[in-house]
């Protein structure tokens, strides 16, 4: 009380509505939506209630704007000194893209700038957009970093890229301290899918393609230079010397390089920090599941595929695709999502069984490892679905449901905040890890991390 601050409330309906306490992020709050509650009439009310909720207040300055500010304007406009808590993994530059009217925005620091040009795309989840950039474009980072670690340059930062790639023939950048652009980028992925540069040596782990990881740079030059991929240590690297080449000017470079060697790749999210995370903030910041243990990629193989085409015989597999399904109760053949692509209705009471065939794998008795694909559509709104269980008799709850709000999953992993519509066609694609990850997938998109699962436990 009788201390005077400065509130501003920054309204993009359908993207954000976030509230700002003195030039700092006081809530991100839940995202409205156009022309609903929180759309402005041609007037407005200040300090107004209908039931006597507008206790008095002093108020020194009431500003209006038609657009809604980014978090660096508000930080310029200041306020009256509070400092509220801060996250104490808060980044001094976050961006993530989700912003459709200005994808560049800075979640915390400057907009980006775009050299060259950029496509925004879905990205790990239904509601975390990406940016796809290509060969000869590249983004601008003005960080606002004062010079450290004993140098005229930024010596110690930390860089966090959320990326995936198509392939692994092509040379891609991450970043290049150079801010004219007219040297090498400064940490590659190579042809082989591998992370890191001539200097400080690259990482043993293969990127496996079409697959989100989360990449984290910590560098203290003079002491030290480390890669992380997915919470984990990926390359203790050769330390750079102070004020060296990997020391940074007051711009660095995202995704770019002088000669082509940076091929196309989506980005989901950024950040930059003024000082180098240590192991137990990287592991706080996790990632995409990911195991470091495997160093090469193993490419296993598509084991039982069952599309229900042909009315006469709706439980056969596709050929050298596993052996047919095995009915318990009814079903009928129904029209599928396409002309030619048939579908089954498949009831209350009933269902199938496979024989996969699969070895035990994943360090355990049983298969550990493993994914399935399910194209589905729910008739009936609001029951319960069930999608598979792992108990062959049928004696345990099931394993992943849609539940009465249509979200997926199942309370041992968590529910997909995504909730699924009635009589619409879905690919949902469940990526097994036991003891590494548990991800659900719709539509191609990752729409839940779900909670990872014991070795030769229930999953």
């Known amino acids: 009380t009788d201390e005077w601050y400065r509130l501003i409330i920054s309204v993009n309906n359908g993207t954000h509505y976030r509230y700002y306490l003195d030039g700092q992020l006081l809530m991100d709050g839940l995202v409205q939506e156009i022309d609903g509650r929180f759309g402005l009439e041609a007037i407005l ?274 050929p050298g695709l596993g052996l047919p399904l095995e009915l318990v109760g009814s079903h009928e053949a129904i029209a599928g999502p396409d002309a030619g692509n048939g579908a089954v209705k498949i009831g209350v009471g009933s269902n199938y069984k496979i024989t996969h065939g699969i070895a035990s794998n994943g360090g355990g008795a049983y298969v550990n490892e493993y994914s399935l694909l399910i194209d589905f559509k729910v008739p009936v709104p609001g029951v319960w679905n069930a999608l598979f269980q792992t108990s062959p008799t049928n004696s345990n709850d099931a394993d992943c449901f849609i539940n009465t709000s249509g979200n997926i999953g199942v309370w041992a992993t968590g529910y997909s905040s995504y909730a699924i519509n009635a009589n619409e066609w879905y690919r949902l694609v469940l990526s097994v890890k036991n003891g590494t990850h548990y991800q659900y997938y719709l539509d191609g998109q990752l729409i839940h991390h779900g909670t990872v699962q014991a070795v030769d436990g229930r999953f």
């Open 45 to 318: 009310l200040l300090f107004a209630d209908n039931d006597g909720d507008d206790g008095e207040i002093d108020v020194a300055e009431v500003a209006i704007w038609d657009v809604a500010l980014t978090t660096y304007q508000v930080q310029s406009l200041g306020g009256f000194g509070h400092e509220l808590p801060k996250n104490p993994l808060q980044a001094d530059g976050r961006w993530k893209f989700d912003n459709a009217d200005n994808p560049l925005e800075g979640y915390y620091g400057k907009d980006l700038q775009l050299v060259g040009s950029h496509e925004i795309i879905d990205g790990p989840t239904a509601t975390n957009k990406a940016a796809h950039i290509d060969t000869g474009s590249h983004y601008i980072v003005e960080h606002g970093m004062a010079p450290n670690g004993g140098g005229a340059f930024v010596n110690e930062y930390s860089l966090q890229f959320d990326f995936r790639i198509d392939t692994v023939a092509t040379w891609r950048a991450f970043f290049q301290t150079n801010p004219a652009n007219s040297n090498d980028a400064d940490c590659f992925i190579n042809t082989t899918g591998n992370i890191g540069t001539a200097a400080t040596g690259y990482g043993p782990y293969k990127l496996i393609p079409q697959e989100w990881y989360r990449l984290i740079i910590s560098v203290k030059n003079g002491d030290f230079y480390k890669y992380y991929l997915d919470g984990q240590l990926l390359l203790d690297g050769t330390k750079q010397d102070i004020d060296s080449r990997f020391a940074l000017e007051n711009t660095v470079l995202l995704f770019a390089d002088n000669d082509g060697e940076d091929g196309a790749l989506d980005v989901a999210e950024t950040a930059i920090w003024s000082r180098a995370l240590d192991s137990s903030e990287v592991v706080q910041l996790g990632g995409y599941g990911h195991s470091l243990s495997d160093t090469t990629v193993t490419t296993g193989k598509l084991v039982g595929k069952w599309k229900f085409d042909d009315p006469a015989d709706l439980l056969k597999a596709e």
